[in-house]
């Protein structure tokens, strides 16, 4: 297969893509370059498929299996493009909240708290990266006392 690095190319980024909630957070201060990398590689992906779809209407339509690819990195890339936080909404797998607060600060810097009804706690900064802190929680009275 000719095209066999454009294929795991297209993959390895539609799975990137796909499982930013689990690694975004990590991230840190590097969240923006690697938000710019990835843009760059799908723009990249597109003039590829672009590319791809030239030399299939050159060939009018004969190999089967170029088609077939244009078809997959369509597939991938349309698919990246509706939904670029990933196809599976994770916020919603997670159990329910109690209490989400949201603050909203200088050049739209989003903080975001979540208390969980098994507990738990996390508070979502993002600001030029992403910071994530997770914890526990316990009600004393009126008060909420947070672990981590």
Excluded: H
């Amino acid at each position: 297969m000719k095209n066999k690095r454009l294929i795991i190319s297209t993959v390895i980024f539609f799975l990137t893509v796909n499982t930013t909630y689990y690694w975004e957070s990590k991230l840190g201060i590097f969240a923006f370059p690697v938000f710019l990398i990835l843009a760059v590689v799908y723009f990249v992906l597109v003039i590829a498929l672009l590319r791809q779809i030239y030399f299939v209407v050159k060939e009018k339509f004969s190999d089967k299996t170029q088609l077939l690819i244009i078809g997959f990195l369509t597939l991938l890339l349309t698919l990246t493009f509706f939904r670029p936080f990933g196809i599976v909404n994770f916020n919603k797998l997670e159990r329910g909240d109690i209490l989400v607060a949201e603050r909203e600060g200088a050049v739209n810097c989003m903080t975001t708290f979540k208390l969980k009804d098994n507990f738990t706690f996390s508070e979502r900064n993002i600001c030029f990266g992403v910071t994530e802190i997770k914890g526990k929680y316990y009600l004393q009275y009126d008060t909420i006392f947070l672990t981590m």
